[in-house]
């Protein structure tokens, strides 16, 4: 039996201790080894790197290969020419970083994208800017995906509803939208049959809804900054959707919300701020869900809750500055708003805490009687705030007549100085200031009296 060389054996383990060998790097343009980035995929095998080097580059593209990575600086420019898809990945394991795209075509009947990813599995979009596209980023039946530090501008030569998404899921899971910035598209990002994806530190801009799940459940979005849209998020129709740290922030105009919540359920949302909107919270259809440690502040409306919201549960939330706290319309279903021994902080100076447990020493009673006349008489609101709507409000407080819907709040949170204002001290003085008063007055009658009868 013949005896291998040592010398044979030593470069054997070396190599597969190094494992398979490096791809290679097949540079595109003006001084590359390929004229156009199409040539170099076609030239590409698994593990090669196709460099764009600076300057424009004709699409549409097609990646085929697994394993391989497009890459470039900002100044390398993909432009579709408007036709079709301008690069679309059809293989696994492709990642796409650094350049620009531009100029999809504009069929929504195929769903033109700058990016768009057919049935793939472990891809990464990462640090591309995408510049006039139809759809952003595309997402089909697609699983694993990176998509990161990417700068998405919509088509500015078509009106909002002519627009596509950002960056677009349909029946995709698994994925990670991470840190994207999203402006002028129609949907910053949406889902549609797309579950288990986690949405985290992205901004949305000047779009439709910042983020809108259609029949997606059991996804998570956290610290993203949702500000001047017609809405910062919008669930419809979708299950255990969880929202944490998230700032929705300036979303005015007819019908403009926060966070609208359209036939969920088992919804959480955790630690968010909704400011200066609108409406910060509009529930419709909403069952079971949790809001817990949001803050509402310099809303018109802190919540709005239709007639279908019920079940629903509120704790440690923080109300400031908000014209109404919490709106009720007529007929609305029940929900609870404390949990577990604690209520919600509304920055009531008429909730004291005598006995200085951090708990009101009553329920606490929230809701504005003319804004609730005025859910179902719209024309009204513009009369919201005015002496003649504050005046209703308190006659109503004082003397109900219309039987108008309060929510209240049995467990509030006491503001740190509620029990300040009541000094177990200074009940001595108080008594004594208040019998010497009562005396004088008493007095002052009986000289009146006799006075008379002179």
Not at 156 to 162: F, G, N, Q, R, V
Request: charged share 20%; with cysteine.
């Amino acid at each position: 039996m013949p005896v291998a060389s040592p010398v044979l054996v030593t470069l054997a383990t070396l190599s597969a201790l190094q494992g398979p060998a490096a791809g290679r790097v097949l540079e595109v343009g003006r001084g590359g080894a390929y004229p156009r980035p199409a040539e170099a995929l076609a030239a590409s095998v698994p593990g090669d790197t196709v460099r764009l080097l600076p300057g424009e580059h004709a699409g549409p593209l097609v990646v085929r290969v697994s394993g391989v990575t497009l890459t470039g600086p900002r100044t390398a420019v993909i432009d579709g020419g408007r036709r079709g898809t301008a690069v679309t990945i059809a293989a696994d394991s492709v990642t796409l970083d650094g350049f620009t795209v531009r100029s999809s075509g504009r069929s929504m009947d195929h769903d033109d994208a700058a990016i768009k990813l057919e049935r793939c599995t472990g891809c990464s979009v990462l640090r591309i800017a995408v510049r006039d596209p139809l759809h952003g980023i595309y997402l089909l039946e697609s699983r694993g995906v990176r998509v990161e530090d990417n700068d998405i501008l919509g088509a500015s030569d078509l009106i909002e509803s002519a627009r596509g998404n950002g960056i677009h899921l349909f029946n995709s899971t698994g994925n990670r939208l991470l840190r994207n910035r999203v402006r002028a598209t129609r949907d910053g990002m949406y889902f549609s049959f797309a579950s288990g994806n986690l949405v985290a530190g992205n901004e949305v801009s000047r779009a439709r809804y910042g983020l809108h799940y259609m029949y997606s459940d059991d996804n998570r979005f956290e610290d993203n900054v949702f500000v001047e849209n017609a809405a910062g998020a919008a669930v419809m129709f979708s299950k255990r959707i969880e929202l944490r740290r998230n700032v929705f922030a300036r979303h005015v105009g007819y019908r403009a919300y926060g966070f609208l919540l359209h036939t969920g359920e088992d919804i959480l949302a955790e630690g968010n701020r909704f400011e200066g909107n609108l409406t910060g919270l509009h529930l419709d259809g909403a069952v079971r869900n949790t809001f817990r440690n949001n803050l509402l502040s310099g809303n018109g409306t802190g919540i709005d809750l239709m007639a279908s919201a019920e079940g629903n549960g509120f704790t440690g939330n923080v109300f400031r500055h908000n014209r109404t706290a919490v709106r009720k319309v007529l007929g609305a279903g029940e929900n609870a708003w404390s949990l577990d021994g604690r209520g919600n902080d509304w920055g009531d100076p008429s909730v004291f805490d005598l006995d200085r447990d951090g708990i009101g020493d009553r329920p606490y009673r929230a809701g504005d009687p003319f804004l609730t006349l005025a859910a179902s008489r719209p024309a009204l609101e513009i009369y919201g705030g005015t002496l003649a709507a504050r005046a209703l409000s308190w006659a109503e407080e004082a003397f109900p007549v219309f039987g108008i819907p309060r929510i209240v709040d049995s467990l509030p949170v006491a503001p740190r100085s509620a029990g300040d204002r009541f000094n177990p001290a200074m009940v001595p003085p108080m008594v004594a200031i208040t019998f010497v008063l009562g005396v004088m007055v008493r007095r002052r009658r009986r000289g009146a009296t006799r006075g008379d009868i002179r």
